[in-house]
């Protein structure tokens, strides 16, 4: 395993720190003051002028390994990601590289129609709209993706799609205007080949927006704000993303990618977390000394640079690995990172928070919300009692008794 950064990656994590130091980092005051301004969900004025520097400096669309793509590797793009982590909230959309759209762009560049591609596989690559994924229901565990219920049934020359969905992350921007919907086509089909995924625009009749859903109290409005969705509609056939019946398949090759790219930018909060930790110690002085020289604060400080350094070394492992033998052969390693970097960020969050005392849970930081985020990641993309399982259950396999 080789794990050091070529000539261009060195250049490219200048230039993204240059940029997040002299120009993100200045623009987040901003940010939020637009952001109370325009709504939770509408793109700030500032989110443009940071694009079009973003795209005038080459970073762009660095997740992207193909068309239309930095063609970088994962383990390429894993330090740049990180950096992109410091500020979750503007710096991945700002090199339009921010979840749900680098997951949904991939699903189109592989499995769209052609035709689809061009209304609005471009139109996300230039970051002129957004988009929304819509897997998860309110009335079914959907942690085991077999219970969705949404049904997707063949009418005339296209599909019918009925159902509810919730937590439909990115449909509250007004620029949305793509959903990526997967529901059950073949409900007596084999336990993999019962769901099928279709591109549905976000002004077909019949999607009917009932209410945004909060992550502790936050919009997430860098998500574009999460949706609860009830569907009853007709879209053609050629809207319809790889095989009939083969969703599962497809969302398994989505969730990959997205999932690493989620435990890049958590150690990228992390760090950030930790230096706001470590600055403020050196600004308070409890009991007639800094907190620095406080032991137990020293312990915090020692514990979580122990947790940022395994959880980057398991990540690189796991992009190094999905580079050079696939998803399938770091299917151990992917669940691996997304249970353990989000515990890893909480933690060190969490200490940061309590470092700062009041200020830790007020707006006057982002480590409320950082945390928020980090919390909900054990969650997202399947919880992490899921990934133990599975990871549990490839690693009982080499011990299993022959028969």
Request: glycine share 8%; charged share 20%; aromatic share 8%.
């Amino acid at each position: 395993m080789e794990f050091a950064y070529s000539p261009k990656v060195l250049d490219l994590q200048a230039q993204v720190t240059d940029f997040l130091n002299t120009k993100i980092m200045p623009a987040e005051a901003v940010h939020r003051e637009q952001a109370g301004e325009h709504g939770p969900w509408a793109q700030p004025p500032i989110l443009e002028e940071l694009k079009i520097q973003a795209r005038a400096r080459g970073l762009w669309n660095l997740f992207l390994p193909g068309e239309g793509g930095a063609g970088l590797t994962n383990l390429e793009y894993a330090p740049l990601a990180e950096i992109s982590g410091r500020s979750p909230m503007l710096l991945p959309e700002a090199m339009n590289c921010s979840a749900p759209d680098t997951g949904n762009m991939e699903v189109l560049v592989h499995f769209a129609t052609p035709a689809i591609k061009e209304r609005w596989l471009t139109p996300l690559l230039a970051g002129e709209i957004r988009s929304a994924y819509s897997m998860t229901e309110p009335d079914v565990a959907s942690s085991d993706a077999n219970n969705i219920r949404t049904e997707i049934t063949e009418e005339g020359d296209g599909f019918r799609i009925k159902g509810r969905k919730w937590w439909s992350s990115g449909a509250m921007s007004p620029r949305c205007q793509i959903l990526v919907v997967m529901g059950l086509s073949a409900p007596n089909g084999e336990r993999h080949k019962r769901h099928t995924m279709i591109a549905v625009p976000m002004q077909t009749p019949g999607v009917n927006v009932l209410r945004s859903t909060s992550v502790f109290g936050f919009s997430d409005g860098s998500h574009g704000g999460h949706a609860e969705i009830d569907f009853d509609v007709w879209v053609p056939r050629d809207h319809l993303l790889g095989e009939l019946h083969g969703g599962f398949a497809i969302a398994q090759a989505r969730l990959g990618p997205g999932r690493i790219h989620h435990a890049m930018r958590l150690i990228g909060m992390a760090e950030r977390a930790f230096d706001i930790m470590c600055e403020r110690a050196y600004t308070r002085f409890p009991f007639g000394k800094a907190l620095a020289e406080q032991g137990v604060f020293q312990d915090w400080v020692a514990e979580a640079r122990i947790r940022i350094e395994q959880a980057r070394l398991l990540v690189l492992k796991t992009a190094w690995l999905m580079d050079t033998v696939g998803n399938r052969g770091a299917a151990v390693e992917i669940s691996a990172i997304k249970v353990s970097t989000p515990q890893m960020a909480a933690w060190v969050i969490d200490r940061a928070i309590q470092t700062c005392g009041g200020a830790g849970v007020s707006q006057d930081f982002s480590l409320a919300e950082m945390y928020a985020q980090a919390r909900m990641l054990s969650l997202a993309d399947g919880p992490d009692e899921v990934h133990k399982m599975a990871l549990a259950r490839r690693e009982l396999r080499r011990y299993a008794p022959s028969t």
